[in-house]
């Protein structure tokens, strides 16, 4: 069962009652009145009647009063008290038979209705006690009940059709409820099965402003995403891919020459660095790729503490020197005082050791690198300057995108594989820090870390 016909039923219940109770209740009290009115009547011109009769009680007053009442759907008659008519403008001596002893039963001594059975009495019948000198006895009056059944019967048959024409509009709000609202979450079905089997290619109609166009919107983004997930997810495959056969091409030839018999010492030495140069480059890129995955994963936390700065940075200092000296490139902490920092240490020096290796890698020989490290407002900064070759400003919003290159003819010539800045990204987010960085190409470039 669609939600359509759930909602159309409920519709349809709860009007069709609230119809029926009002109908009941206008139909009773439209009848109520209409009888009402027709007792009220017929007692007026009774005790009109009456009142003629009692002011002047004669022959001619009597057969006037029966004329009045001659050509019309009602009928007069006149009995005195021992039941004998005296005049009357009613022929049908079945039905006076009844009703005089019942006048004279009932004793009656104001005008009051004697027959009110409009359903199954042919008559409604009012009588009016009336007393002239000795003369005394009641004023009948006949209404035939053939004119407000006709009434009634008339009220029912309108009242049917009413109730007949506003099932037949509560049909056709059916129709368009079920157009306005399910066509659009049939479509949106429709779309995630698709989304679901893997076809991204979802176009839904979103006019309306209400929730359900907030809906379709939601589905039609989740699309786009999903297809922006899938083209990236494959990008980075191949670039991974790429990045590691290139090496593993590398390591194959030369391990192949390395072990060629008419190879001096130093030339095998020779090859075989080569080798380990790019064995470990494989396998930083491996460890960079494997953070970023525990980074995406959510998994992965920072362990924050407190350390001094001068041992730790030194630490590092140490540890790039080597890679410094060989390109001639001069290295220098600024600021030394001794601080206490607080983070993941082991974090924040992969931060600093990928900005130091981005520095030496983009820098020219006997150029300078500034490390420095100080604190604001309760935060701690560490900027890495170079004089490089500088990034362009088109080139800057993509340097955190994994496996982005500016130039990818860079990387051979540097050796990078475009990981590290969105490893180092990563961290700082983690650390609850920011990242920044300026840039002129072939000036130099500056990374400002907060955190
Ligand atoms: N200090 C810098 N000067 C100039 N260009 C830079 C600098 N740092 C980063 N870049 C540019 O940004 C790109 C992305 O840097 P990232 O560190 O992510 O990758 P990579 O250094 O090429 O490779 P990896 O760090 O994975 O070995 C680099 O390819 C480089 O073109
Ligand atoms: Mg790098």
Not at 73 to 94: A, F, L, M, P, W
Not at 220 to 238: I, T, V
Not at 369 to 391: A, F, S
Request: negative net charge.
């Amino acid at each position: 069962m669609n939600i359509s016909t759930k909602l159309a039923m409920c519709f349809f219940a709860v009007v069709l009652i609230l119809q029926l109770l009002l109908m009941f209740y206008l139909h009773r009290n439209i009848i109520d009145t209409r009888i009402n009115e027709e007792f009220s009547r017929l007692l007026a011109y009774g005790a009109n009647h009456r009142d003629v009769l009692m002011d002047n009680y004669s022959e001619s007053t009597i057969h006037h009063i029966v004329l009045m009442e001659n050509n019309n759907d009602r009928e007069v008659s006149i009995i005195n008290n021992e039941g004998k008519i005296i005049g009357s403008s009613y022929e049908n001596n079945q039905i006076l038979d009844r009703y005089i002893p019942l006048a004279l039963k009932e004793n009656v001594i104001i005008d009051s209705i004697l027959v009110s059975d409009y359903k199954d009495s042919p008559y409604i019948v009012s009588v009016h006690p009336y007393q002239n000198g000795e003369h005394g006895g009641y004023v009948l009056m006949f209404q035939s009940t053939q004119s407000i059944n006709k009434m009634i019967n008339d009220l029912t048959k309108h009242f049917g059709i009413a109730g007949a024409t506003s099932v037949v509009i509560i049909l056709v709000v059916y129709g368009i409820l079920s157009k306005i609202l399910t066509r659009p979450l049939i479509h949106m079905k429709k779309a995630t099965e698709k989304l679901s089997k893997g076809d991204f290619e979802v176009t839904l109609p979103h006019h309306s402003k209400d929730e359900l166009g907030e809906l379709s919107v939601s589905i039609q983004k989740l699309a786009k995403d999903l297809e922006r997930l899938k083209k990236e997810r494959n990008e980075f495959l191949a670039s991974v891919s790429h990045e590691l056969s290139t090496p593993l091409t590398y390591l194959i030839g030369y391990t192949k020459v390395a072990m060629r018999k008419d190879l001096n010492e130093t030339e095998r030495q020779h090859y075989l660095s080569i080798i380990s140069e790019e064995a470990t480059r494989m396998k930083d890129l491996v460890k960079n790729l494997l953070d970023l995955a525990k980074i995406d994963e959510n998994n992965f936390t920072v362990s924050k503490e407190y350390f001094w700065s001068q041992p730790f940075l030194h630490k590092i200092i140490n540890l790039v020197e080597p890679s410094y000296r060989q390109k001639n490139l001069q290295l220098t902490l600024l600021n030394q005082t001794n601080f206490q920092i607080c983070a993941d240490s082991l974090r924040l020096q992969q931060i600093l050791l990928n900005l130091l290796d981005n520095a030496m890698k983009y820098s020219e020989e006997n150029t300078e690198i500034h490390l420095e490290v100080y604190q604001q407002n309760n935060q701690t900064v560490l900027t890495v300057r170079d004089q490089g070759i500088g990034i362009a400003p088109d080139d800057i919003e993509f340097i955190y995108d994994r496996l982005y290159r500016v130039e990818k003819s860079r990387s051979r010539t540097y050796g990078g594989s475009g990981i590290g800045l969105s490893v180092v990204k990563k961290l700082v987010e983690a650390h609850g820090g920011t990242i920044e960085v300026e840039s002129k190409l072939g000036k130099g470039t500056v990374f400002t870390v907060t955190i």
